[in-house]
């Protein structure tokens, strides 16, 4: 990991001009290009082979995936997707059928959402499969959702399930671009960010960007069935409070408003989005770091501490 | 080829919205998202090791040239960059110079040009190193210059010098940005494209574009020292016209505009650009296809031709 902290360093330093709002180190790139109403967002986002999908994974799911990843980050700003860039690069020995399948997850995704596929560049990739993909939206400057602005007091939440992702719902999991856009519109949310490296992770993430700490009730993080069922079936499995934590490629959307909006949120969300859960699952603090509380008390939760935390299953 | 081809054919059916002027299919797209006076471009490109440069190849150049394709492809339509995203393959063993190295390349060519770079992603590819650039950028609405509407009669353009680059251009070329625009603004340029695929192939994709041909006059073709160098010193090395004609990677502008600007182009550009080469090396005409016209007279030119052609060198 020391390469991607000194990438992070690197990108620091990187050149800006009069158009950038905030550029590298938030979901997306967010640009004034001189819209009345509207910042420009970009991100772009790749998934290779043998990292985020093996040679095995049906084709059309790569291409849903690689889409649905850039989508989620423009929910977590609240914006609306307009237009992807894919960049395809293909091995030998990939046939016709393959090739359209992978694009068939492609303009699925992207047709359900309007957005419009504006360029299909493909280049040889001698050693596996990779897909590039560069999504530009839009965003209302004023409900532009960043992942700094939490703030202490506020109740944190999170949609869907968490955990287990890696069985399955990584390839399948629907960009929450409605919901981040409604919530934007309707509650002021503080902070917002989407969950691809684990509840923890990203959470940490918005803690640093917002200088404040955050102390999570354990029964209330929504566990999936499937973290629920690997650590049933897969000895070497996490236990399922440590997946939903952990694991990562959940695609859910993470944010924190005062928790005066708590219940309100979630009433006007059961009427608009019955099918998917939502789950108040902590508060910020003032103080720094991630807190755990559960039946026997509050305790730290540092690192991705797997190590630390299997001897202590606490579900 | 069939299975780029094939992509081709795929992306013609790709999802379109209300927001799209031109989707695949031209150097950029070209999104109309609102502002007045402007529309938007959007490019994605990548360069992958073993196809676009070794692993022997001079880390910031790397950089370099993953930027510069983009910027020379919003270069081809007139338009000024705004801001980048990249996202970096790493194979495992990458050390932090290497990658700062790498990071230079692209620092410098965007700073050049008043780029900002709004996010760095990186991601583990096991296999080789990739960069992955998508680029935004601004051009007037009254002045994009796409690859249709070269006229028969049209005089046909070229900046540079063409053919060799492989022997070192490719990594270090200029992108023609200042060019494109100062074109676009001052000369009523019918079409555009940035030399990619090689002068031959690139301008079969202005001629199909405005259902037109073109006559070449082979003695005008700008040919590169390196080219000629090659020709001498490699025995099998192309001839130094045809090296020109089908090499690519030259990252130069070829451009039609009505012969009656021929010579005042000529002239102003000398003023504007002393130290750049610009060379009128043909004509539009009315039939299709691409012919050369040299002291022997008029001959077809088809395909990349290098079989063919390399039996009957003409210079």
Not at 52 to 60: I, L, P
Not at 261 to 279: C, G, R, T
Request: charged share 25%.
């Amino acid at each position: 990991m020391k390469e991607f902290e000194l990438i992070e360093l690197l990108t620091r330093s990187l050149p800006a001009n009069d158009s950038v709002v905030l550029g590298a180190g938030d979901d997306c790139a967010v640009l004034d290009l001189g819209l009345r109403e509207d910042f420009v967002l970009l991100k772009t986002d790749a998934v290779v082979e043998g990292v985020h999908f093996t040679s095995a994974t049906e084709r059309e799911k790569i291409g849903h995936k690689a889409l649905g990843r850039c989508l989620s980050d423009i929910a977590a700003m609240g914006g609306t997707p307009s237009a992807a860039v894919i960049t395809v690069g293909l091995p030998s020995g990939y046939n016709a059928e393959e090739i359209n399948s992978i694009y068939d997850g492609l303009r699925k995704l992207a047709t359900r959402y309007n957005v419009a596929i504006v360029g299909g560049e493909t280049t040889q990739a001698p050693s596996g499969l990779f897909l590039s993909v560069a999504v530009i939206g839009r965003v209302s400057k004023s409900r532009c959702i960043r992942r700094a602005g939490a703030k202490a007091g506020d109740a944190i939440f999170v949609t869907g399930e968490l955990g287990g992702s890696l069985g399955g719902r990584h390839l399948e999991f629907e960009p929450r671009v409605e919901q981040g856009r409604w919530l934007a519109e309707h509650f002021a949310i503080h902070a917002m960010i989407d969950i691809s490296d684990g509840l923890a992770g990203d959470l940490r993430h918005l803690l640093r960007a917002g200088d404040v700490g955050a102390e999570l009730f354990t029964r209330s993080i929504p566990i999936s069935r499937a973290a629920k069922l690997q650590a049933k079936t897969e000895s070497s499995a996490k236990p399922p409070l440590l997946a939903a934590l952990t694991d990562g490629e959940d695609f859910e959307l993470l944010f924190t408003l005062p928790s005066a909006s708590a219940v309100p949120l979630l009433d006007a969300w059961k009427q608009q989005f019955p099918a998917i859960k939502l789950s108040c699952i902590g508060k910020i603090t003032k103080g720094q770091g991630l807190k755990l509380r559960d039946a026997q008390g509050l305790r730290d939760f540092s690192g991705t501490g797997y190590e630390h935390f299997s001897k202590k299953p606490v579900s």
